[in-house]
């Protein structure tokens, strides 16, 4: 008899030269570990322990999908034609342009507004263009960040369409008010 070391654990056991474990539990764990990390390299989009391997890809086809609806529900409200700006990502640049807007959409759980203002300011930069982002939990409908004076501004112009008789109401028709 010798002294082994076992695989599993590292405890010292006695025994003989062909014996790695210190008992039965440590060599199945041994086994079963070995074969669960077999299992990983052959299935690299097992979800089981966490997010897969490719985790940012999952990532930037989620944010992609969602920039797509953004532009989708734009279009869909005021007819005009919308797109993704490619190379974006990869170029420090905003999501969506739309009109004056130049937008951050986002897809998340938790919010970080402060990061995302740096992130479409900067990449907004002097393009004269209005940085908004625009975000979404999931099940929730869209938000919408930008500055206060583009709002005040926006605000203006809608008072302005309400005295000239133009009725505005997020795309819907005001249903006709009668007196009595």
Not at 24 to 34: V, Y
Not at 135 to 150: H, N, V
Not at 159 to 175: D, H, I, S, Y
């Amino acid at each position: 008899m010798k002294t082994i070391t076992c695989k599993q654990c590292g405890a010292k056991a006695q025994g003989t030269a062909r014996k790695q474990f210190c008992d039965e539990t440590c060599r199945i764990a041994f086994h079963n570990e070995k074969a669960k990390m077999a299992r990983k390299a052959a299935d690299p989009l097992d979800f089981s322990e966490g997010l897969p391997k490719n985790s940012g890809r999952h990532a930037r086809n989620k944010g992609a999908r969602v920039e797509r609806e953004v532009c989708k529900v734009i279009e869909k409200v005021t007819g005009d034609e919308v797109s993704r700006i490619l190379g974006q990502a990869r170029d420090g640049g905003f999501d969506v342009q739309w009109g004056p807007f130049g937008m951050e959409v986002k897809a998340r759980e938790t919010l970080s507004i402060p990061a995302w203002q740096r992130q479409v300011v900067a990449a907004v930069g002097d393009t004269g263009l209005i940085p908004s982002i625009v975000w979404r939990r999931s099940g929730e409908k869209f938000w919408i960040a930008l500055p206060f004076e583009a709002f005040l501004e926006i605000f203006q112009m809608l008072r302005k369409a309400a005295e000239l008789g133009v009725e505005l109401n997020g795309g819907q028709r005001r249903p006709e008010q009668t007196e009595g």
